[in-house]
């Protein structure tokens, strides 16, 4: 028996046309929430069944390992660099310290309104599900890099002109 529900699991007998598929995990709705499979590169992978559904952690989530997005240059089209526009209004953030009301711990967090990053950029804003705003920080990550780039193409000039200058005397 799971948290779940009841756990269907055929003994490694399946049929050709499971696609790996070796156990269920049922939910108290008798639908199938998880589904355990093997990827055609042999992989076991353990996925929702309905792949449209989010996927909620109520607290932390300890990853021992490493947490991938795909990002491979075959997966996406209409590559485009982020426009200046884009990158300069990261400095219009307002980075700030919390604790969610519901934290029994009370413990510290850093990050932003969502309200207020979806002025600036609504992309990485969404709806969710239970009724409030969620971010999607890892995106922010390349506006961050494009940033840092722009600034430290321009200490570099400005160190140009420094030198320069120095020089001159």
């Known amino acids: 028996m799971s948290l779940f529900g009841t756990v269907s699991n055929y003994g ?9 598929i ?3 995990v049922e939910a108290p709705s008798g639908q199938a929430s998880w589904v355990y ?5 042999g992989l076991q992978v353990q996925t929702p069944a309905n792949k449209t559904a989010p996927v909620y952690i109520q607290g932390d989530l ?8 795909p990002s491979d240059a075959t997966l996406k089209k209409d590559i485009q660099v982020v426009d200046r526009e884009k990158i300069d209004k990261l400095i219009e953030l307002n980075p700030i310290s919390f ?21 600036i950029y609504p992309e990485l804003v969404k709806d969710s599900e ?9 995106e922010l990550i390349p506006i961050l890099v494009s940033k840092i780039q722009l600034m430290d193409k ?16």
């Open 130 to 138: 239970m009724g409030y705003k969620t971010v999607n920080y890892i």
């Open 22 to 24: 070796k156990q269920f």
């Open 12 to 20: 490694g007998k399946q049929p050709d046309n499971s696609q790996g």
């Open 99 to 119: 604790q969610f009301k519901n934290d029994i711990r009370s413990k510290k967090h850093f990050g932003f309104i969502a309200q207020d990053i979806e002025k």
């Open 37 to 41: 499979k093997r990827l055609p590169n």
């Open 62 to 69: 300890y990853v021992n390992g490493s947490i991938y997005n």
């Open 154 to 169: 321009e200490i570099k000039e400005l160190n140009n002109i420094i030198l320069e200058l120095k020089e001159n005397k």
